[in-house]
């Protein structure tokens, strides 16, 4: 079968390239699919993570103002799908103009829309923003299925075509963290829906009487880097320490012992079955939507309502004085989250599309 991916770029570090990098290899090694994915201004020739030496990789190029990059955009897709001729397109891009992919293509080929983040990532509420977040609804009933990664993310879309599939684990490492370094660990973008303003000031409160801990912060850095101004200005920057994305992230979440998620929202949370399935005990607030899907509060990991700062606080306290507690919990996760290892995940995405092709 060919499939197509089409996708903003593969460069980064997020999790959405994570995700496609197990995804689409496993698809083309185990499966035999004849995948390549289409990018956009050569961002494939990078790729942070690996990708299967079957895979094909493209990329057109757009820019310009508005109108020449949308004539790009559109003459190119449309150019690639008439050359490689797929069975199948699969839209990874939570951007708007992905949900036009099936009015530019037509519906010749069945086209799938994979959702990687929830609809309350759309903050704007001017009335650009309020457009946006209504084309995305109403625009998403064009596709043959419309794919979330949790049963949270349903509600969001109210879509007679709406599918769940979760995203599969990176890793699952056959050691756990032994749970003794006095670490946390975070890991995401510098970006305001991570929620890094709320962290801080919880771990403000955490070092009062954990001084002997380190916080520990994965991800990719914004320009302004407004999260390590911001612990300076806290006077944290002896026990919160900003690192660049790593490839070896697996390594980083053995060495610790506990693993909070301080988001806004989340489409799925890709970081925390990855912590799990290296044994970590996680502290996540109930954000829209991924985290209760995924923790049981109290039995994997801990839920503390969105935005709570104190209840963020307490709940890594709890975890950093019981080291019983730690261990218990961090059995459970690993255990919780074989449910989620890439063979009965990309099981259920070839089931998808032959159905859909049929």
């Known amino acids: 079968m060919k499939l197509l991916y089409i996708t903003n770029g593969i460069n980064g570090a997020g999790g959405l390239e994570r995700v496609l990098s197990i995804k689409a290899s496993y698809l083309a090694d185990s499966y035999g699919y004849d995948v390549k994915i289409l990018t956009l201004n050569d961002a494939h020739i990078d790729p942070f ?112 075509n709406i599918v769940v599939i979760n995203n599969p684990v990176s890793f699952y490492p056959k050691e756990s963290s032994l749970l003794s370094n ?100 996680c502290v996540s607030f109930d954000c829209p939507s991924g985290p209760r899907d995924i923790i049981s509060n109290g039995s994997n990991g801990f839920l503390v309502p969105e935005k709570n700062v104190q209840g963020l606080s307490e709940k890594i306290k709890l975890l950093m004085d019981n080291e019983l507690l730690r261990k218990s919990i961090g059995s459970n996760s690993k255990e919780y989250v074989k449910c989620y290892l890439p063979e009965p995940i990309l099981k259920m995405w070839n089931e998808l599309f032959i159905s859909i092709v049929k």
Request: hydrophobic residues 40%.
């Open 49 to 160: 993570y690996v990708f299967s030496k079957n895979i094909k990789r493209q990329s057109i190029q757009v820019c310009g103002n508005p109108l020449k990059y949308i004539a790009s955009y559109v003459n190119g897709i449309r150019k690639v799908v008439s050359e490689f001729n797929p069975d199948i397109i699969a839209v990874c891009d939570d951007g708007l103009k992905a949900f036009f992919t099936p009015l530019i293509l037509g519906k010749k080929t069945p086209i799938i829309y994979e959702r990687h983040a929830s609809i309350k990532i759309n903050t704007d509420k001017s009335i650009k923003g309020r457009i946006s977040k209504f084309l995305m609804k109403q625009l998403a009933k064009s596709f043959s299925k419309f794919v979330v990664l949790t049963s949270s993310n349903v509600d969001e879309w109210r879509t007679g």
């Open 182 to 281: 006095n670490k946390v660990i975070v890991v995401g973008s510098h970006t305001f829906n991570k929620g890094y303003d709320l962290l801080l000031e919880a771990w403000k409160d955490v070092v009062q009487t954990h001084g002997g801990w380190k916080l520990e912060i994965y991800g990719k850095i914004d320009k302004e880097e407004t999260y390590i101004k911001l612990a300076k200005k806290n006077g944290l920057e002896h026990s919160v320490y900003f690192h660049k994305p790593v490839l070896d992230i697996k390594n980083k979440y053995l060495d610790a012992s506990i693993m909070v998620l301080p988001s806004r929202s989340e489409g799925f949370g890709m970081v925390l079955i990855e912590a799990m399935s290296c044994g970590l005990p």
